[in-house]
């Protein structure tokens, strides 16, 4: 039985009781002489027998179907909530005329939602930690695997390059110059030689890039350079400006400078290096320069992953990345960094 239909019920009893006080109150009121006076006695001019059971009976109707409507919207709204509960939306606000049944519901809904969505906040913070926890035990292995390949790439790969590189310089010396032919081919072999080695060094800088651990940036900078100026045959320039930056500004800028030499040496075929740090207008300007074979640019940054890794990374310290490249004249790599001011430079 719906409730509309046992609300009618209700009202069909209600009417029936109604029929009796209305009947008790009329008797007393107007005591019969006899029962057949029933059909004699009037009310607004109609029989007393037809107008007093049918006004109670209507009136017990409408209460009923009144009454049935009002309970079926209270708990089509509790149903509702349910579902959204179910769904995991929001509740919609308690109605106003709830009834104190009616209102417990609804306070035991909100209630449940709240536990639901601490469950949820919960069970994805889990999630998340397990996802962060998993990456950096991944990152650790990768770390871990990609300093294996290069103490193996330089211990063995590297050396016999360099020796390689050797014998051919001793070989190309002691020929004589009679026969260009042979004399130009061994030349090209020690050229590619001392290529694989350019190409051995930008590999390793890639797996093993040297961090800053503790370093100011003026320091890695200095010191990377100065390590590549003993293991290539380049004139390396630089001037750098002790310049106090976040931690993660300067590991970023580090990265980027990382990145651009290892270019360099894979693909420039330069001779001269130039590397500048320096303060300018609130502005950190990072310029990188070769006189390299230079290469074009728009081409360049739809496949290069180097160029976009290096234009990401100065994004997200703010900053802007601006290559100019000309063929056989060199490439130039420029960043330009804002420099905010804490709260305590502010005041001075």
Sequence with gaps: MTIMQRQILIGAIFSLVLFLLLSVLFFIAYPLE????????TVMDLPFIYIVPSLSILLGVCYGGFSGYLWKKQFHMVETA??????GRPVPDEPQAAIPEIHEIWVKIDSIQKHMLEQT????????????????????????ERNRLARELHDSVSQQLFAASMMMSAITESRPLSDDRETKQLKLIEETIH??????????????????NGK?????????????????????KWKVEPIPLDKGVEDHLFRILQESVSNTLRHAKATSLDVLLIKRDDFVIMRVSDNGVGFEVEEEKTGSYGLQNMHERAVEIGGTLK??????????????VPVLLSKDDEHD
């Excluded at 069970?123 to 990768?142: G, H, P, T, V, Y």
């Design 34 to 41: 006899s029962w057949s006076s029933l059909w004699v006695r």
């Design 82 to 87: 349910v579902r959204e509960v179910e769904k």
């Design 121 to 144: 906040k919960l069970s994805q913070k889990l999630a998340n930690e397990k996802a962060e926890d998993q990456e950096k035990r991944i990152q650790e292995m990768i770390s871990q």
């Design 195 to 212: 290529q694989s080695q350019l190409e051995m060094r930008a590999l390793l800088l890639h797996l093993r890039p040297a961090a800053l």
């Design 216 to 236: 100011s940036l003026q320091e890695g900078v200095q010191e990377l350079l100065v390590e590549l100026m003993q293991k290539v045959s380049m004139n390396i």
């Design 323 to 336: 290559i100019v490249s000309l063929k056989n004249k060199g490439t130039r790599l420029e960043v330009k």
